[in-house]
């Protein structure tokens, strides 16, 4: 088993709707495990995440946790 280090963490929070968004903003989302307004998921701060997150930055807002 691979012990995850310290690494650093990212909450991410779902502000704005996905309604009348492409299908791929949406796909994102449910990747992220968004889906619902106002919800938080905490994600490891990786360059796959932080890309997804680039994607939809208009929808969601981003906090170190």
Do not use: F, N
């Not at 990747?31 to 490891?44: F, S």
């Amino acid at each position: 088993m691979v012990r995850e280090r310290s690494q650093k963490k990212l909450a991410v929070t779902q502000i704005r709707s996905a309604i009348g968004r492409p299908d791929s903003q949406r796909q994102v989302l449910r990747g992220l495990g968004l889906g619902k307004l106002h919800r938080t998921v905490v994600r490891l701060d990786t360059p796959e995440i932080r890309g997804m997150i680039a994607k939809i930055a208009h929808l969601v807002e981003v906090e170190e946790a």
